[in-house]
């Protein structure tokens, strides 16, 4: 604990001895420190507070404080730097007539990030024109640092949005507008709420969600002690290294087998099933129209790969592009957000009938998370995610509704997806709870 702050000490005399244009400092730590960073993010007073571990975990980063904020990342190109990163995320729904309070997007360039990349660790600090804020957040970090432990949650009540009654009735409005339009697909969510008798810590669930859901981007954002968001997705909405991108179709689910038979037997069923193939290939589609203006070129998986998580499977195909001069993360972000995976096809007409019909907001859920900077950006889809308020947590799912598709599937569907972060909170419904 002591090399670590002594690094941190270092690293604030770097920073008090900058010249004056030089806008980063850091300072490279002989080992891993003694604790998790997740442990370390929770322990920390500087708000907002971000962790990102992409989906290989080569990369863990912990960013604290904010320099500068964005509503809109597109002008944080002006002032980022070499090895600057803007961190955050776009909603789903935010600045619509539906959800007028959340906001649209939310990026911060931080004052302090600690990052691993692979086994090299550093600490690094962002000063830009205010180098007094940056010190501010370094002097104020905590040097006691405790282990999280699991969650122990008692929960009072349990609650769908749409319960099972309206979800039947949606799923029938869903297909009567494929039935009678060109739309091709909706996807519909639930949000399950849990009332707890004593609050969790947002990086308690993080940490455990972690340990268990493998092959996961997992996130945390913190704007304040009240309000995180937080999520183990599966799902890239694209990764972009200079001129190259790489994003994927993940659409098509099954549970998880009892035994290693019944697994393969599900795994099977998916790969061969007409319905989660279509609606594979839908995204697929989607993705390589939306990518017109702005690859030159794109190759495409010629076959589906089979996903296997903790809970659920899901197909996926890969798709890498060369991009046109001149693009960057933003306009992809606008290109590729929301997918057909999390909204249907085409985009304009399936998210005009999630507004109108979907009894709740989705804010974050469905939205995306990740970083922009001028040399790459990464994005992942905000799902298997929850949204933590004190003693409230919600959580959320969606199933793709296409012709065939069953009310009474897709809600067993929903319990599985949900089941990633709800089986780490408790592992029975109380009694009484609505379904």
């Given at each position: ?284 589609d989607d993705i390589l129209e939306r ?125 599985k997806k949900v089941s990633t972060l ?14």
């Open positions: 604990m002591s090399d670590f702050y002594h690094s941190i000490n270092t690293l604030i005399q770097k920073v008090e001895s900058a010249e004056a244009g030089v806008t980063r400092c850091s300072q490279v730590l002989d080992g891993a420190p003694q604790f998790g960073l997740v442990d370390w993010l929770d322990a920390q007073p500087v708000f907002p507070k971000f962790y990102w571990q992409p989906r290989n975990a080569e990369e863990e980063v912990v960013a604290l404080g904010q320099l500068c904020t964005f509503l809109d990342p597109a002008p944080a190109y002006q002032i980022l730097s070499e090895n600057q990163r803007i961190w955050g995320g776009r909603s789903f729904d935010g600045r619509t007539d539906k959800n007028p309070r959340c906001m649209s997007s939310f990026f911060f360039l931080p004052q302090v990030e600690l990052i691993r990349q692979n086994e090299h660790w550093q600490l690094a600090a962002n000063i830009n024109d205010d180098k007094e804020k940056t010190l501010d957040c370094l002097r104020s970090l905590q040097h006691s640092v405790s282990p999280l432990m699991p969650v122990e949650a008692s929960v009072s009540t349990l609650s769908h949005c749409p319960d099972k009654q309206q979800w039947s009735g949606l799923i029938d409005k869903a297909l009567n507008e494929i039935n009678e339009t060109a739309v091709k697909k909706i996807v519909l969510a639930r949000e399950t709420t849990l009332e707890l008798v004593e609050p969790i810590k947002p990086a308690q669930l993080l940490k455990m969600s972690a340990g268990k859901n493998h092959d996961s981007y997992h996130f945390l954002l913190a704007l304040d002690e009240k309000h995180s968001f937080l999520g183990s997705t599966p799902e890239r909405l694209y990764q972009r290294t200079e001129k190259t991108l790489y994003t994927e179709a993940l659409a098509g689910t099954s549970g998880r087998g009892e035994s290693e038979g019944e697994d393969r037997e599900l795994a099977s069923w998916l790969k061969n099933d007409v319905k989660n193939l279509v609606e594979n290939q839908y995204v697929v990518l017109t203006l702005c690859a030159d070129e794109t190759r495409v998986d010629n076959q589906v790969q089979l996903v296997k998580l903790r809970k659920v499977q899901h197909l996926r195909r890969r798709i890498e592009a060369n991009l046109k001069p001149g693009i960057n993360g933003v306009h992809l972000l606008g290109a590729l957000q929301p997918t057909a995976a999390v909204a249907g096809l085409p985009r304009h007409e399936s998210k005009r009938f999630i507004e109108k019909y979907e009894p709740f907001r989705r804010g974050w859920y469905a939205g995306s998370v990740g970083y922009i900077s001028h040399q790459k950006a990464e994005f992942c889809v905000a799902i298997r995610s929850a949204l933590i308020q004190g003693n409230i947590v919600k959580l959320y799912a969606g199933a793709g509704i296409l012709p065939g598709s069953e009310a009474e599937n897709e809600w067993t569907e929903l319990d709800l089986s780490l909170i408790t592992d029975q419904y109380p009694q009484g709870a609505a379904s």
